[in-house]
């Protein structure tokens, strides 16, 4: 597979960030509509009743703010992840949304557990160590642009606030860890240059044959063709006679 076939724009880039924004919106929309409150839904640890929230907590929120602080990475990353992944984008948000939500069921403490923000801490470790594992340069860059933007969530996978689940956020940061090395995906090859070739013969390049052995730069000339060159003269003898080529 060629990078510019893998990397290719798709209605996926856009389609998966919208549905993710809308449905989170929408639930919050209803429940200040109708003045219910889903909360009862969200994840509470080793309950039966509370195994549902690995399902419906990442569309719960608290708050504006909790939501709003949601919104804006969850539609980079889910986009990005549809564009650089897209092979396995749907697989890797399903897989995250259930075992992020299982291990927080396991460690959490006895309160509900929402939000999105545990498959944010799946996408954000999982597109980091990927790119990492896969040592193509631009899923690396991506990687890098990933931990300069939200490197300081990792401080959150540790109990350093109250009223916020780090238990989802560890559980989601393990769970993307896991998924990047689990998780096969084909890769681009890379262009390869002349010069990286194996058979690659020093002697026969035309650019390294402009210098020396010392260096210094040899400027040729091509050399010049020299062509057939046709003369035809055209004259007349009388007005009256038709014109004659030699």
Known sequence: MTESNYFKFSN??????????????????????FQVNFNDYG??????????????????????????????PIAILTASLSYFYRNIALEV????????????????????????????????SFIFFKGILSKHYRLVALSLMVVFIYGSLLWYIFPVEDGISWEG?????????????????????LKKYDWEKED?????????KHFDEHGNFIES????????????YHFKKDSGEEKEDY
């Open 93 to 124: 948000l399903l897989w995250g949304i259930l075992l992020s939500g299982a291990i927080t069921w396991l460690i959490g403490r006895p309160s509900y557990h929402i939000g999105v923000s545990g498959l944010i801490y799946v996408l954000v």
């Open 200 to 208: 690659y013969n020093e002697e026969e390049d035309e650019f390294l």
């Open 12 to 33: 996926w880039v856009m389609v998966f960030p919208l549905l993710a924004v809308l449905s989170i919106w929408t639930v919050y929309w209803f429940e200040i509509r």
């Open 221 to 232: 000339r091509p050399p010049v063709q020299e062509e057939d060159i046709v003369i035809k």
């Open 169 to 189: 956020h560890l559980g989601g940061f393990l769970t993307g860890i896991f998924l990047a090395f689990a998780m096969k995906v084909p890769l681009p090859k």
């Open 43 to 72: 994840i509470y640890p080793r309950t039966l009743k509370g195994l549902r929230g690995i399902v419906f907590s990442p569309f719960i929120h608290s708050s504006v703010e909790h939501l709003y602080n949601n919104t804006i």
